[in-house]
């Protein structure tokens, strides 16, 4: 038997693992003579080799047919993000009329909060967690804002437990305490600084006993963990593509909304796009929305910037979703335990140890502070092991099981005590 802290049983792992052929549908960035040992697809995912064609296959219909290409051929510009529906569907776990690909994943949650955050005097307010990513932040406490409300009373934030996660009890009494004053809980799938994954469809039960919407931005979760969307019962999510799903800088991002609001008459931000395609060409003057989410669409798409979605997709389809999974629990399981005996007292895991409560990324604390971190981060980055940093002093290690192996997760570990040895 290898000893499972050798660099043998690292790459015996990799020899065996059934998903160890799509590694070479990526391409990786240089170091030296190599390759980056890449461990960012969190932040970006590596770009499929399948990407380049599917965008010169639009350049090429561009130049070759133009106007007419919005009509001929399977993958015709008219509807070409229903190409994407189905497969997005099984990543997020949704019916297919419950997605879209469309705008970026701010936009559209906006676009979700215009119809789904309608507060009242009596019930005016939003709940969502202390320190997360700026960006939501700004869109909830804007919307509460634009409402008339003041962030101060309105705009609630769940201080995270004393080891930096929530605890379901946590989450559960603040649902409770604010109850009657929830118009809309907005939480993460995956938090994005500590790696912390939610029960989404128990966050829903307590959201929706309190008579709130619910709604997830999934940047994180999306191509991360295996979803299931419509059983969860949330009012709406929203995600980008540029992380975990590998769909390029800025990728069209995605956007769930339940069957449930599919022909509602709810308030919303409209545009040609999300009218009755059927009928979309007459031209009239009055608003008839497609059902499902399609209907939130605003414009025609960005063609160029919907192809390299399709590349990736045609991957998690290939792959799976349940056996991406357990490659990516095995992987994540495999640094936490290298971790643990190896770097005990060089790096603390600050991610929740149960796998049920994570995805793919470790967050770890440098010990010794914030500059013993930059420094490691950096020595990591100059020996061409990317990882990213996070203020003010964690590293996130974030194994994606699509392209990354056992033997990066060790090789990690390497450089990392190669840096403790000479410090
Ligand atoms: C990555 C990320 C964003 C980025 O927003 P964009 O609109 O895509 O620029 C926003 N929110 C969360 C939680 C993220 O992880």
Known sequence: ??????????????????????????????????????????????????ARARVEEV???????????????????MDYHELAREPLARVVGAQPAEVVAMNSLTANLHFMLVSFYRPTRERPAILMEAGAFPSDRYALESQVRFHGFDPATDLIELEPDADGLFSMEAIERAIAEHGPRLALVLWPGVQYRTGQAFDLAEITRLGHAQGAMVGFDLAHAAGNLPLRLHDCGADFAVWCHYKYMNSGPGAVAGCFVHERHARADRPRFAGWWGHDATTRFRMGPEFVPTPGADGWQLSNPPILGLAPLLASLELFDQAGMPALRAKSEALTSYLETLIRARLADTLEIVTPRETERRGAQLSLRVA???????????????????????EPDVIRISPAPLYNRFIDVHHFVEETEAWRSAN
């Open 59 to 77: 350049l090429d219909k561009w130049a070759n047919e133009a106007v007419e290409g919005h009509f001929t051929g399977n993958a015709q510009w």
């Open 368 to 390: 010794g502070g914030r500059q013993c971190g930059r420094a490691l981060f950096e020595a990591l980055a100059a020996a061409g092991v990317l990882g990213d940093w996070r």
């Open 1 to 50: 038997m290898t000893d499972p802290l050798s660099r043998e049983y690292a790459l015996a792992l990799d020899a065996a693992h059934p998903l160890r052929r799509f590694r070479d549908e990526f391409l990786f960035p240089r170091h030296g003579e190599g390759e980056q040992t890449y461990f960012v697809g969190n932040s970006l995912g590596l770009q499929p080799r399948g």
